[in-house]
């Protein structure tokens, strides 16, 4: 049975930056033959982030400055150069948002951010869910899209397996997860661990948050689907 694919970009529609890399995203698509269509999902925005956080009734638990060591856990949360702390919040309800909508319809979603662009046409789909012990698998090639980005993609090409669990590059303090959050699809047992982790340890920036440490049975495809566009972040500015 064929399984279709839900395909949401976060985007902000009232932003030239982000409206244009969604449409080289959705260009993309279509190039590399992928048989559905990234739809755009409205991103949370600076102006509207401290209000969909109360909604969701989520709390920010992440340090601004420093490194700070969360007792709960035993996780290192180390800053992230941000210039305005609510476009890195809003990233994160973003991310929370969909895990909902993932949870509430009980079916896998692909989530892309809009500088996300595909390389490979994601023809194993079904596989990667159907065939997958792992309830996250990031797609998204990990060179320069993360920490020690070399040593990450060298372990999972040591691998044989078409779907790898999440490397360990660093100490057990530090979290680890997917190489980037600009692509990843996400089961609905996987959307329902990382809800429960927001509510657990409050709300952290979604690629830390989404760490093997709190979030078992992440893995990575050997293959990679996707890369980043080179444009102006819109969390880091």
């Not at 789909?125 to 698998?137: L, N």
Request: one cysteine or more; hydrophobic letters at 35%.
């Amino acid at each position: 049975m064929k399984i279709p694919i839900t395909c949401k970009v976060i985007t902000m529609t009232d932003n030239e930056v982000s409206m244009e890399a969604f449409s080289k995203l959705q260009d993309s698509s279509y190039r590399v033959g992928n048989d559905f269509r990234p739809e755009i999902f409205e991103a949370t925005i600076a102006e509207n982030a401290e209000d969909h956080m109360t909604k969701l009734l989520l709390k920010w638990n992440y340090p601004w400055e420093g490194v700070v060591t969360d007792l709960k856990t035993g996780l290192k949360k180390s800053a992230y150069q941000t210039k305005n702390r609510l476009n890195r919040i809003a990233c994160a309800v973003s991310h929370y948002r969909l895990w909902a909508v993932c949870a509430k319809t009980d079916q896998p979603i692909l989530i892309m951010e809009h500088d996300a662009i595909f390389t490979r046409g994601l023809k194993d789909y079904k596989s990667i869910i159907e065939d997958s012990r792992f309830d996250i698998i990031g797609i998204n090639n990990p060179i320069g899209n993360t920490r020690k980005s070399h040593e990450f993609d060298n372990m999972v090409q040591q691998s044989s397996d078409a779907i790898v669990s999440i490397p360990t590059i660093d100490s057990f303090d530090v979290p680890q997860g997917l190489a980037g959050n600009s692509a990843y699809i996400i089961k609905p047992r996987g959307a329902m661990m990382c809800i429960r982790a927001a509510s657990e340890h409050g709300l952290w920036p979604n690629d830390a948050l989404m760490c093997k440490q709190l979030i078992p049975r992440m893995g990575v495809t050997r293959k990679y689907y996707t890369n980043t566009q080179q444009v102006v972040s819109t969390t880091t500015r």
